[in-house]
């Protein structure tokens, strides 16, 4: 059986400057290191049209962050960020399966996801 682990999705406002950004996803890494977790994974998602306005924003920037350790690290990382004025919403999940391999974006809306591919086939 895998080793549970927790994802956090977190949305950073869309008009902070992008070192600010940098600065965020290290600190909360660090956050989560000095908890005694420890960072699987962390990617950066981009900027996105949020479903439905939050706090005034029609985007956001958003940042996926995998970790584990015994849950208490994550009490610390949530107050954090529900601290943060730049970060408008925060999800943590704990996920049971095997850790996802890191993706890259595609770099053009045309591209195809693997479910469309295997339909054509």
């Not at 290191?33 to 939050?54: N, S």
């Not at 690290?73 to 391999?101: C, F, N, W």
Request: proline fraction near 7%.
């Amino acid at each position: 059986m895998t080793q549970p682990y927790y994802e956090t999705m977190y949305i950073l406002r869309p008009d902070i400057p992008e070192e600010e950004v940098e600065t965020h996803v290290a600190s909360y890494r660090n956050l989560v290191t000095e908890a005694a977790g420890e960072v699987l994974d962390c990617q950066m998602r981009g900027k996105r049209r949020l479903a439905y306005p939050i706090a005034k924003h029609r985007e956001g920037i958003y940042v996926q962050l995998n970790h584990n350790g015994d849950g208490q690290h994550v009490a610390v990382l949530e107050r954090a960020m529900r601290l943060s004025e730049d970060v408008i919403r925060y999800l943590t999940v704990k996920q049971d399966g095997p850790m996802p391999a890191p993706r890259s974006m595609p770099s053009s809306a045309s591209e195809e996801t693997p479910a469309e591919a295997a339909t054509e086939a």
